[in-house]
Nanobody, 123 residues
Framework: QVRLVESGGGMVQAGGSLRLSCAASGRTFSRYGMGWFRQAPGKEREFVVAISWSGGSTDYADSVKGRFTISRDNAKNTVYLQMNGLKPEDTAVYYC????????????????WGQGTQVTVSS
């Protein structure tokens, strides 16, 4: 079992930055690939970025490449999402998720989910 708790969301103006954190419980955190997804009102949940269990491999959605950076600290059971150059279209609830089998880009590949944190970007 892995419990995930996101934090760091908030409201920011376009061009600003936020850093999301996802704290995980459980001793097996380092075995899981971790991902961030987001869901805007009236839209499907979409993949943002994923990182392998070691941190050695990452996969970004085209919409966030060059602006967002994922990292993880297995000693702290935490994964981070640094978001720079935020745009109004980045407004969504952001979820972190854990995938025992790799670093999928589809939500159905993830076994555990956090409750989400709201990110709002004003123009």
């Amino acid at each position: 079992q892995v419990r995930l708790v996101e934090s760091g969301g908030g409201m920011v103006q376009a061009g600003g930055s936020l850093r999301l954190s996802c704290a995980a419980s459980g001793r097996t955190f380092s075995r899981y690939g971790m991902g961030w997804f987001r869901q805007a009102p009236g839209k499907e949940r979409e993949f943002v970025v994923a990182i392998s269990w070691s941190g050695g491999s990452t996969d970004y959605a085209d919409s966030v490449k060059g602006r967002f950076t994922i990292s993880r600290d297995n000693a702290k059971n935490t994964v981070y999402l640094q978001m720079n150059g935020l745009k109004p279209e980045d407004t969504a609830v952001y979820y972190c998720a854990a995938d025992l089998h790799g670093t999928g880009t589809h939500s159905y590949e993830y076994e555990y989910w956090g409750q989400g944190t709201q990110v709002t970007v004003s123009s």
